[in-house]
């Protein structure tokens, strides 16, 4: 759709039109008296035309001007609608074990390298598209829980901010407690982000592959904190325990893949869904995360209201522009060859 956010300004057209009948209206002319009219030439010379065109310049120029102060817009309608909505912290660990090599898929190109973390973030990212109207937030831990993304609906900017989550390096520099996982820590702090929320479902998706052996929430006391706010707990674990492909660097710096043992908590995991009234799923299963989805579509719902604001495109800068240019020109021409502003 189209439309002026302010009209009011085409009201400067009434003082633009006295003024173009000022510059055009029939004015006295001025004669000579000359010997012989038969040697005046009776071809309009370029100046002579060049002097009618300089107003008309700057009269289009101030009309243009005129429009673009008119601010006009292209703007898709504000309309009110309802949904079925429900709140959601997504839960996703990020500790040293999540850069395990076993979702790693085979293709007729070879091995596609893939890390449990890679895995997760593409189950997150299909679970949000299927997801369009629901509150979702993003807390990510490994020894320490943060908030990466509160609770939202603008799920482009959830997307790039999952894209970016990443394990932190290890190295000279990095703590023990980036490798740590802290999985009382994180569902607390997700029970905080969900307190507030207007909506009568809230439920947390718990995605880890470790042990819990560090924070200051147990993991326990944690649970018990999600049921006593009614919020579900839907836990999902990536990998199992064993041992496990990594990538890493040998002496001489090249990348080989080395194989480490890792461990899973799955007892502690379907502990907290069956405590919370949610369930457990493992991603090694591909209709796992459906299954989930599905199970998550007949939690209860609730019907919320919005407002949809959608972007306006300003056009003013494509008319003010050639608008200032051709009154500029028109005076400046006017001065010039006829000695006069208009």
């Known amino acids: 759709m189209f439309r002026f956010a302010t009209p009011a300004a085409f009201g400067l ?60 817009q292209t703007f898709l309608s504000r309309v009110r609608r309802t949904a079925d909505a429900i709140a959601i912290q997504m839960v996703v660990d990020i500790s040293g074990s ?20 890679d895995a997760v973030k593409e189950a997150f990212a299909r679970f949000v598209e299927k997801r369009p109207d629901d509150l979702i937030g993003l807390v990510a831990f490994g020894g320490f829980a943060t908030t990466r993304c509160p ?5 482009s ?44 479902s809230k439920i947390i998706v718990l995605l ?18 999600a049921k006593s706010m009614k919020i579900k707990v839907y836990t999902i674990g990536v990998g199992s325990s064993g041992e496990a492909p990594f990538k890493v660097r040998d002496v001489l710096g090249n990348e080989v893949i080395r194989r480490f043992i890792v461990e899973m908590d799955e007892n502690l995991l379907r502990h907290i869904a069956s405590e919370t009234g949610g369930r457990y799923f493992n991603v090694r299963d591909p209709h796992g995360l459906e299954q989930a989805l ?49």
């Open 13 to 72: 057209f009434l003082p633009l039109a006295f003024a173009v009948w000022r510059v055009y209206r029939r004015r006295p002319t001025r004669a000579l008296m000359y010997s012989m009219a038969s040697r005046i030439s009776g071809r309009p010379t370029l100046r002579s035309k060049l002097v009618h065109v300089c107003p008309a310049l700057a009269v289009a120029g101030t009309a243009l001007s005129i429009v673009a102060l008119a601010r006009p």
């Open 98 to 117: 999540m850069e395990a090599l076993d979702m790693s898929e085979k293709t007729a190109a070879g091995w596609k390298l893939r890390t449990r973390l």
């Open 151 to 155: 609770l939202t609906t603008d799920h």
């Open 157 to 200: 900017a959830l997307m790039h901010i999952l894209k970016g989550l990443e394990v932190p390096a290890t190295g000279p520099h990095s703590t023990q407690e980036e490798t740590l996982t802290a999985i009382g820590d994180a569902l607390a702090t997700a029970c905080a982000r969900l307190e507030k929320a207007d909506l009568k």
């Open 208 to 225: 880890s592959d470790g042990v819990s052996n560090t924070g200051i929430v147990k993991p326990e006391e944690a649970t018990q904190l």
């Open 294 to 342: 599905a199970d998550i579509d007949r939690l209860e719902k609730t019907r919320v209201s919005e407002d949809v604001f959608n972007r306006y495109d300003e056009w003013f800068q494509m008319l003010l522009a050639p608008g200032l240019a051709l009154a500029v020109l028109g005076t400046a021409a006017s001065m010039a060859i006829a000695r006069r502003l208009t």
